[in-house]
């Protein structure tokens, strides 16, 4: 008996390591937009971001922009090709000038779609390598905020930007083994309607990291976002540079919750400063 | 449905500045014997702040091989933002409101009042009677000189101190003994001016 039960237990079928959650396979813990493509896929996400930054050369003129984001993230993928992704964001702001005239502003912001196209990777099982593109539209859904006299705040407190802007962009995603990972991603962000005095300037963010995995349920991410953007009217042109340490934690239930900063190390613009961003979201496959 | 419904939940506020009232209290104008001062008006076309000099800034003063500029407050932002102008009435004791100041947040431990003339007045203007060989003879004096007083002062504007105020004391004053002499105008200015006193 006793050695049946041996038996018994060296024979019975080891874990296996897919899920939905890491796809087909693939053991990796991974964040919205950067999961290996699989058809029919359905992710929910929600990611709550809280950064600050100041403008202004002097005590006597600084005012202090802070914003509390909540997104609610929806993917689906029709094929391994292709994935369609929606973020609804829901804004708290609050813009601190030197007088402290503060405003502060909550609601709706700038709604996006994109498109992904995987449109290279080595191999369709447990790919080692993924190439994608993604092209989107940022819509003018946020309302323009009032006080209570009915008088609209100003741009800097306003949660959108009342305007379209066109993103577009390139991803990798690499895979080595079950515990390293690398991702990357190119974004151009192109206004082009909208009041110009609130309209976003032409940017650019390119985002990499490396991802070590000790164990099925912890992943740690390392990486570093580069942020440029053009001069705009009220904004001054310039790069910003963040690190961006990453924590991901897999949770009951096909759940993955991801915590991170980005960190500011550099910054060009005049005038201008990024203060830290925390971020936390969380993914559920469907 | 939750877009309409999240889009109507939009809403915003606004807080006021914060803001520093400024005040003159003034004695009315004295005079030798035989001398009626009917009116006398001064002019203060600025009101500025200035901060006051954190540590570090004076331990960088201090210590620094390189000559630091005393940075004048008006050129990096208008501490006296808010303020237009206003008068000084010399012959009429008690308040008189000068105007609001909407300044940066901070400790401020300077005033700064500019005396000049205005785009109406002269600087300092006063008119009356006075005995000139016993007859009583009508004067006026003004000037168009300029001069700026800076007074120290403790005030500190934050999320709990949002309304300041800054309350200008002009002490007694007595007319020039010679109200013909050309510098008559001028010397009444300074002596004014040496008289104000934050309070």
């Known amino acids: 008996m006793k050695n049946l039960l041996v038996v018994l237990f060296f024979a019975a079928p080891a874990a296996a390591w897919a899920c939905a959650s890491c796809g087909c396979g693939n053991p990796v813990l991974t964040s919205m937009g950067t999961e290996p493509p699989l058809s029919g896929r359905v992710r929910l996400a929600t990611s709550v971001r809280a950064w600050s930054e100041t403008e202004g050369q002097s005590r006597l003129d600084t005012a202090t922009l802070r ?12 094929s391994e090709r292709w994935t369609v992704l929606a973020a609804l ?10 007088t402290l005239a503060r405003e502060r502003a909550f609601g709706l912001g700038d709604a996006e ?3 992904r196209w995987v449109f290279l990777l080595d191999k369709r099982m447990r790919p080692r390598w993924v190439l994608g593109l993604a092209a989107g539209l940022r819509l003018p859904t946020a309302p323009v905020i009032t006080d209570a006299s009915g008088s609209p705040l100003t741009d800097d407190a306003q949660p959108g930007t009342g305007g379209f802007t066109a993103l577009l962009g390139l991803s990798y995603s690499g895979y080595f083994g079950e515990r390293f990972s690398a991702h990357a991603a190119l974004q151009a962000e192109l206004p082009f309607a909208g009041p110009p005095s609130r309209r976003a300037p032409f940017g650019g963010r390119l985002y990499g990291a490396g991802q070590y995995q000790p164990t099925a349920w912890l992943g740690l991410r ?5 942020r440029a953007q053009a001069a705009s009217a009220a904004m001054a042109p310039g790069l910003t540079l963040f690190a961006a340490p990453e924590l991901l934690v897999r949770l009951p239930a096909d759940l993955t919750l991801l915590v991170g900063a980005r960190l500011p190390f550099v910054d060009t613009r005049a005038g201008e400063g990024a203060g830290p961003m925390l971020l936390a979201s969380l993914v559920v496959d469907l | 449905m939750l877009v ?17 009232q400024v005040v003159a209290w003034a004695t009315p104008l004295a005079a030798a014997p035989g001398v009626v001062v009917e009116h006398g008006r001064l002019v203060v076309t600025a009101v500025a702040l200035a901060p006051c000099e954190t540590v570090g800034a004076k331990l960088w003063r201090a210590l ?39 300044p940066a947040a901070g400790r401020y431990c300077q005033a700064v009042l500019t005396l000049a003339p205005s785009a109406t007045h002269p600087s300092l203007h006063a008119h009356g009677e006075w005995p000139v060989a016993g007859a009583s003879t009508p004067f006026a004096l003004e000037t168009r000189a300029e001069r700026v007083v800076r007074l120290p002062i403790s005030l500190a504007l934050d999320d709990a101190h949002r309304d300041g105020a800054l309350d200008l004391e002009l002490g007694a004053v007595t007319m020039p003994v010679d ?20 309070r």
Not at chain 2, 68 to 76: D, L, Q
Not at chain 2, 179 to 198: I, K, N, P
């Open chain 2, 179 to 198: 109200l013909a002499s050309a510098t008559a105008g001028d010397e009444l200015l300074d002596a004014v001016a040496a008289s104000v006193r934050a």
């Open chain 2, 4 to 20: 309409a419904l999240l889009w109507l939940a939009g809403c915003g506020e606004r807080e006021e500045a914060v803001s520093v």
């Open chain 1, 222 to 226: 390392a990486g570093v976002e580069a």
């Open chain 1, 113 to 115: 779609v994109q498109g």
């Open chain 1, 67 to 78: 914003e509390l984001r909540f997104d609610l993230l929806a993917s689906w993928s029709p």
């Open chain 2, 64 to 102: 620094s091989p390189v000559s630091v500029a005393w940075a004048h407050a008006g050129h990096t932002a208008d501490p006296s933002e808010g303020f237009e102008g206003g008068e000084v009435m010399l012959t009429v004791g008690g308040s008189q409101r000068l105007g609001v100041l909407l």
């Open chain 1, 89 to 98: 964001p829901l804004q708290l702001r609050e813009l601190t000038p030197s």
